[in-house]
């Protein structure tokens, strides 16, 4: 562990950062240092712009993306923006100091959280860690930023059904009238178009075989390629996102995209056919997919604030990845 005083600083930068531009600028910026950092690893690059830059104490998510939306939800708590689930709006623009500073503040939580996590849950070969510790971290810092300035609760508030009026002159005609005063309000989503759950696993068989398939070629080539090629979906999924800031519906697949490729790691350590790889990622991009649907609707539709699905997910697929490696 690194808690030393100018990685703390670092950290208390990154969240501030990540505040000033908004949480989905500030992810998407990861996405592209990711694919910077993997193609210096694939190029023989002696620096390490994966950790120490993509994942790193200023531009990591949890750090950047987490201390964004922890300044987000305590922003909508001081009433200076409407919702504290607008992951999108740079906090640069309301001209106030303070929110920006929380930024900075969850910053330095979650690196001290993922750097708790690396020592609690590496695995006893040395060989890894039992989850992803930095999407766990995400969550983590996230529910803690619901209880601080958040009013729901961790499953959020649950709007209450109407009772119609009661209305004299006969059933029908109160139906019809109820029917009339109390129009269906919209259910709440979080990705309107990719919803669906036949939408959703559609999309994880896409990002899974296609990220899944890049580890596979790139493992053919040279098994040392298979820690940087493990991020290269991962980092196309998250550079993506910045569409969303101008109003592009481009799908959300980075909780599809990396918990196939990790999957597929194993199957490639473990000698399997390029076909073989390909399948299982195939297969965990659809449970990435479905599993971050129902983290949506579990823990974001409903609250004031964002706790984001997809590290939610990726938390959860890396763990039983992990454990069914460990079991087979």
């Given at each position: 562990?690194?808690?030393?005083?100018?990685?703390l600083l670092a950290a208390f930068a990154g969240g501030c950062f990540g505040?000033?531009?908004?949480?989905?600028?500030?992810?998407?910026?990861?996405?592209?240092?990711?694919?910077?950092?993997?193609?210096?690893?694939?190029?023989?690059?002696?620096?390490?712009?994966?950790?120490t830059m993509a994942f790193g104490p200023v531009f990591g998510p949890h750090v950047a993306f987490a201390g964004a939306v922890a300044a987000v939800a305590y922003a909508a708590r001081r009433g200076y923006v409407?919702?504290?689930?607008?992951?999108?709006?740079?906090?640069?623009?309301?001209?106030?100091?303070?929110?920006?500073v929380v930024g900075g503040l969850f910053g330095v939580g979650g690196y001290a959280i993922q750097q708790l996590l690396v020592e609690l849950l590496a695995k006893s070969d040395g060989t890894g860690f039992y989850t992803d510790t930095v999407a766990l971290s995400v969550g983590i810092t996230a529910v803690v930023a619901r209880f601080a300035f958040g009013a729901g609760g961790l499953l959020g508030a649950r709007p209450q059904r109407r009772a119609r009026p009661i209305m004299a002159g006969g059933s029908q005609e109160a139906d019809a009238l109820g029917a009339e005063a109390l129009p269906a309000e919209p259910e709440p989503t979080w990705v309107p178009w990719q919803r669906a759950w036949s939408q959703a696993a559609l999309l994880g068989l896409i990002s899974g075989i296609a990220s899944a398939w890049v580890l596979a070629e790139l493992n053919a080539v040279d098994s040392a390629y298979v820690g940087a090629a493990t991020l290269i979906g991962f980092g196309v999924s998250a550079s993506l996102l910045a569409l969303l800031v101008v109003g592009?519906?481009?799908p959300v697949t980075h909780h599809m995209?990396?918990?196939?490729a990790v999957a597929a790691g194993f199957v490639a350590a473990a000698g399997g056919s390029v076909l073989t790889i390909?399948?299982?990622?195939?297969?965990?991009?659809?449970?990435?997919?479905?599993?971050?649907e129902l983290?949506?609707?579990?823990?974001?539709?409903?609250?004031?604030?964002?706790?984001?699905?997809?590290?939610?997910?990726?938390?959860?697929?890396?763990?039983?990845?992990v454990l069914t490696d460990l079991a087979l």
């Open positions: 562990m690194d808690f030393s005083l100018s990685m505040a000033l531009c908004g949480a989905l600028i500030a992810f998407a910026l990861t996405g592209a240092i990711v694919l910077l950092g993997a193609a210096v690893a694939l190029a023989g690059g002696r620096v390490d712009v994966l950790g409407e919702t504290g689930r607008d992951i999108a709006t740079p906090l640069a623009s309301l001209g106030k100091p303070d929110p920006i592009a519906s481009v995209t990396l918990p196939a390909v399948a299982v990622g195939a297969l965990c991009g659809v449970l990435g997919a479905l599993l971050g983290c949506a609707r579990l823990f974001l539709i409903h609250g004031d604030t964002h706790v984001d699905p997809p590290a939610l997910a990726i938390a959860l697929m890396t763990t039983a990845i």
